[in-house]
T-cell receptor, first 113, second 114 residues
Framework: SQKIEQNSEALNIQEGKTATLTCNYTNYSPAYLQWYRQDPGRGPVFLLLIRENEKEKRKERLKVTFDTTLKQSLFHITASQPADSATYLCALTGYSSASKIIFGSGTRLSIRP | EAGVAQSPRYKIIEKRQSVAFWCNPISGHATLYWYQQILGQGPKLLIQFQNNGVVDDSQLPKDRFSAERLKGVDSTLKIQPAKLEDSAVYLC????????????FGPGTRLTVL
């Protein structure tokens, strides 16, 4: 069955360092991969979208890579700040109009001052 | 631009009761989604509408859940009768188009079934 795995353990990073989050998937051929941020008690907020023919995407301090051979996406936050503390979700969308959107369970990131 | 609106924000009911949630998407967004998010898990798609037609409802427990999107704008999600395992946050999202497009989420409705 289709499966997405994100870092199951919470990630604790010192302020100023680079945080790297992982999204691995199996039995899926995504056309797009998206990263969302979710704060407690709120809905997810879109951050970045990367297509299967793109290797890397950047937005300010954020960088996403997408390796369809490894079936993996990495999400980097450089110069991390305490305000970056949140849960980060990856989501896959397939090619077929019948493919449903699948979200990972998320990784909780904490940036300590 | 106003975001996705949902109500109520919180609801507590007893099992076997019924409950309804309301969602108003961003103006002009043709695609509307309902998700169920259980604590510690990612959102799970329940149903996706394109205008007022259903695109995907394969993960909607149709014996107890129903949803409609009249006139292709607002939507309601209903649970009847509720079970303990329905306790979750119900998220509504909308997007301009159905595939690969940014989804904008509402704040969600936290449902507790006792």
């Amino acid at each position: 069955s289709q499966k997405i795995e994100q870092n199951s353990e919470a990630l604790n990073i010192q302020e100023g360092k680079t945080a790297t989050l992982t999204c691995n998937y199996t039995n899926y051929s995504p056309a797009y991969l998206q990263w969302y941020r979710q704060d407690p008690g709120r809905g997810p907020v879109f951050l970045l979208l990367i297509r299967e023919n793109e290797k890397e995407k950047r937005k300010e301090r954020l960088k996403v890579t997408f390796d369809t051979t490894l079936k993996q996406s990495l999400f980097h936050i450089t110069a991390s700040q305490p305000a970056d503390s949140a849960t980060y979700l990856c989501a896959l969308t397939g090619y077929s109009s019948a493919s449903k959107i699948i979200f990972g369970s998320g990784t909780r990131l904490s940036i300590r001052p | 631009e106003a975001g996705v609106a949902q109500s109520p924000r919180y609801k507590i009911i007893e099992k076997r009761q019924s409950v309804a949630f309301w969602c108003n998407p961003i103006s002009g967004h043709a695609t509307l989604y309902w998700y169920q998010q259980i604590l510690g898990q990612g959102p799970k798609l329940l149903i996706q509408f394109q205008n007022n037609g259903v695109v995907d409802d394969s993960q909607l427990p149709k014996d107890r859940f129903s949803a409609e999107r009249l006139k292709g704008v607002d939507s309601t999600l209903k649970i009847q009768p509720a079970k303990l395992e329905d306790s979750a946050v119900y998220l509504c999202a909308s997007s301009l188009s159905p595939r690969g497009d940014t989804q904008y989420f509402g704040p969600g409705t936290r449902l507790t079934v006792l």
